[in-house]
């Protein structure tokens, strides 16, 4: 592709001074030169406000807006509601880019909505995610199909550019950590190609304190509403893919039920034990029909759906021996 078309890169910014120059430069340095590049102050009270000023007095091709914190969803929306490309894709401030990573991405993305690169996750841990090795082009059903798996496709928006045909009415849900796992998976079913693409070009960074990984009750709570939200909307679209979206959601309401267990936080997590017990009690018959599920993990499930403090003392027990039965089966 000719760099006929822009590219609209949102960058939401919050308390990343240290990270905010990498990931910035790294957008700016492109050989890709069509940008746009659009940095979102959540309000930020370090130094990144001054820092994104400086970036747009050097260079026309970035806007900034300065507003009050609304959270990393809100940012994300209002860089949206500016942005003025052909093609739409984020990034976060604590993450960058390889120097060719957008021309590669849409040299062939073809007839794509949506392109996908390989990407890596460093910071408390080096690693690079399996993909499919070579170029692979999807429908966009088999690609949330890929995703809704947890597969060789991740909920990650960094790695991914996408048609602004797709990005159209979909909006971050406001207030929600891991908004990606409730988005992320619209794009794709907006689209009607998906190309993935085997080299690694994206950095995804693990720094300490980030919210993906705080294992705050808030933020457990956060993770398991995002998986039931996308649960309740795609289950009768996708009910071949059920079982497995049932089987995230456990895995992230048995870490939230966990959680709340070592805080002792019974009472005032009251909502959060209704919303999730609820959720347990309504889908009874679809969770005990799940064969992905074995024995112990059937066993957590009821303990979940009845939620009370001696209930929860039993799933730490079960998810003990849940583990020494894997690890014994090597």
Known sequence: MSEDKKLSVIIPVFRTEEYLDRCVSSVLEQTYKNLEVILVDD????????????????????????????????????????ATGDYI????????????????????????????????????????????????VLSGDEAAKELFCDGKIK????????????????????GLNFEDIATVYKYLMKSEKVTVLPKYKFNYFIREGSISHSLSVKNLYHRFKAHMLRYEDVKDVYPESKEELLRQMMFSARALALGILKEDSFEENGDILSEMTAFYRENNTETENVSLFNKYELKQIKCLERGKKEDFKKLKNTDFLRKVNKLMKG
Do not use: W
């Open 155 to 174: 909920n990650y928006v960094g790695n991914k550019v996408y048609h602004r045909s797709v990005t159209e009415g979909v909006q971050f849900p406001k």
């Open 89 to 136: 894709t984020f990034m976060d401030s604590d993450d960058y880019a390889d120097p060719d990573m957008y021309e590669y991405m849409l040299a062939d993305i073809g007839d794509s909505q949506t392109v996908i690169c390989g990407m890596r996750r460093f910071g408390r841990e080096n690693t690079e995610f399996p993909n499919y090795g070579e170029k692979t």
């Open 43 to 82: 309000g930020s009270d370090d130094n990144c406000p001054q820092m994104c000023d400086a970036y747009a007095s050097k260079d026309s091709r970035v806007k900034v807006i300065h507003k009050v914190n609304g959270g990393l969803s809100d940012a994300r929306n209002t860089g949206y509601a500016e």
